[in-house]
């Protein structure tokens, strides 16, 4: 079984930064790409920022230049530093993992999301 927790969500007004973190534990063998997603009500989930094991990294047009994706592999864990905050932000943060785990006879790859962080910004 594996889980991902996120953890650093908060209120913070305009102009502020928070960063949150996202570790994931259990059977892990390695994890490939890690993404950070963001809702609100009523909208569908919107891909935030995501980071290869490479370390490539995608945004979202709506947070480039303000936000970054980092992560330690060797932790299985992702960032994002959150700059420049605006309250358009104000979402639910999801993680996300594509977890490889080794089965009896080679691996299996899982897509794992933790059960969110709330981000409120105030203007």
């Known amino acids: 079984q594996v889980q991902v927790v996120e953890s650093g969500g908060g209120l913070v007004q305009a102009g502020g930064s928070l960063r949150l973190s996202c570790a994931a534990s259990?059977?892990?063998?390695?994890?490939?790409?890690m993404g950070w997603y963001r809702q609100t009500p009523g909208n569908q989930r919107e891909l935030v920022a995501s980071?290869?094991?490479?370390?490539?990294?995608n945004y979202g047009d709506s947070v480039k230049g303000r936000f970054t994706i980092s992560k330690d592999n060797a932790k299985n864990t992702v960032y994002l530093q959150m700059n420049n905050l605006k309250a358009e932000d104000t979402a639910v943060y999801y993680c996300?993992?594509?977890?490889?785990?080794?089965?009896?006879?080679?691996?299996?790859?899982?897509?794992?999301w933790g059960q969110g962080t709330l981000v409120t910004v105030s203007s």
């Open positions: 259990g059977s892990i063998f390695r994890i490939n790409d």
């Open positions: 980071i290869t094991r490479g370390t490539t990294t």
């Open positions: 996300n993992a594509a977890v490889v785990q080794s089965v009896a006879g080679g691996y299996r790859t899982l897509e794992v």
